[in-house]
């Protein structure tokens, strides 16, 4: 017998088989509202031109090779990546407080943090938002941590932010717990703090003794505005939190599959910097050992280039006001319809998703019956929407919720 024949089939990552369910679907009005991926008014993916620019002018230039970059990555990128995320005048860049790292992207840059925070500082418990994005709970897990709790986040009432069962739960973390945050573009919800809510955060945050971790997987992606999105990160660095920062690549380049990331953190007393970075070397060491070049370069060439910079910066503009005015098409359509309940999260919500409120059941229809795919939770990427299928969807709801 195999040694293997005790394995049990793993249940699928739901995103995944929602994707090869669509794939497999031949219905021609199929509409996949699934995975966080950004598609162009003709559904297609994106690939920047600022980003093709980078990159053939890299295959031009025979001084490039592929030597091993160092374990820590490439440090014109994650320098860049750290003053995008902190901004240029940051106290703590300036101060040498802040440090960086190349991951391999956000998932991987979240898996070096909660690495070095289980086996470096020997921290075991994290709280993540109720609900989160499907990957922090398992790359906490897999890092070692024992105690996965949640905080209050979404209420469903009133389709927002449960802010008093937040702050209560935060209230009652014990001293040195992990407080996964998202920087912006809360995933799967589209509801992020108001500034004012934000200090309330960084006050019980603070009187606890919390580590506060920012994910930020939609830096520009989410208002269109590099520093806007940035806001919350850099209020709480201005506080003076020792903090940890992922930063991912993937939506905001278009470079999902490249995976480039960064993993900054925020240290407290600077001498402190290359101890730190000794123990993150070795992490990795035993991990990947080496992260890769192509995306990193990309990303680094056009954070160090003004005219490229502002080039990708109107590719984000591009991109952020696509999904405005398809949140705004899609509510005004399900008002119109006279859809049953209220449709103005829609648009308060920002970033890719919407958390439309629609139930397992609902969902399931809305795949049987149109061929329209979304998660069981009721999560909408609102990218999978276009000038061509948004009536179609939009009907689609209205039949499911009637
Ligand atoms: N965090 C959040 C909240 C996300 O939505 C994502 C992407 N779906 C990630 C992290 C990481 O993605 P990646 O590893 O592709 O950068």
Redesign the pocket.
């Known amino acids: 017998a195999s040694r293997y024949a005790e394995v049990a089939q793993a249940a699928p990552i739901e995103v995944f088989a929602v994707v090869k369910a669509f794939t497999e679907d031949t219905h021609e009005k199929k509409v996949n509202l699934s995975i966080?991926a950004y598609r162009t008014d003709e559904c297609k993916p994106w690939v920047l031109p600022v980003v093709r620019e980078t990159e053939s002018a890299m295959a031009a230039d025979t001084t490039l090779n592929h030597e091993y970059l160092p374990i820590l990555g490439l440090e014109s990128f994650s320098t860049a990546a750290m003053k995008m995320v902190l901004g240029e005048d940051s106290a703590a860049i300036k101060d040498g407080r802040a440090t960086a790292i190349q991951t391999l992207?956000?998932?991987?840059g979240?898996r070096v943090a909660a690495d070095t925070l289980f086996r470096v500082l020997k921290y075991n418990t994290f709280y993540y938002s109720d609900p989160t994005?499907g990957?922090h709970r398992m790359i906490f897990l897999h890092a070692g941590f024992t105690e996965a709790k949640q905080y209050r986040y979404w209420d469903g009432e009133s389709r927002g932010l449960d802010l008093v069962g937040m702050l209560e739960d935060l209230g009652n973390a014990p001293a040195n717990s992990v407080i996964l945050l998202?920087a912006c573009a809360h995933?799967p919800t589209g509801v992020d703090p108001t500034h004012d809510q934000w200090k309330q955060i960084a006050e019980v945050i603070e009187a606890k003794q919390l580590l506060p971790l920012f994910?930020t997987?939609y830096q520009g992606f989410a208002s269109g505005d590099l520093d806007r999105d940035a806001w919350p990160v850099r209020y709480f660095a201005d506080r003076g939190f020792e903090l940890m920062i992922t930063q991912?690549f993937?939506k905001n380049f278009g470079l999902?599959n490249e995976?480039v990331?960064n993993l900054v953190i925020i240290i407290k007393d600077p001498s402190l910097v290359v101890a730190v970075r000794s123990q993150v070397t070795l992490l990795v060491r035993g991990s990947y050992s080496n992260p890769p070049n192509h995306g990193a370069r990309i990303v680094s060439t056009v954070l160090n280039n003004p005219k490229l910079f502002e080039d990708w910066r109107e590719c984000i503009r591009i991109m952020s006001s696509r999904i405005t005015a398809m949140r705004e098409g899609l509510r005004e359509r399900l008002e119109k319809l006279g859809t049953p309940g209220v449709w103005d999260h829609i648009t308060s919500q920002i970033g890719m998703f919407s958390y439309s409120g629609l139930s397992a059941a609902q969902v399931k229809y809305l795949v049987d019956k149109f061929h329209v795919y979304l998660l069981s939770s009721g999560r909408i990427n609102i990218c999978g929407l276009t000038t061509k299928n948004i009536d179609y969807v939009a009907e689609a709801i209205y039949d499911t919720v009637c």
């Open positions: 966080g992207s956000g998932t991987g979240l994005w990957n998202h995933n994910d997987a991912s993937a999902y995976r990331g």
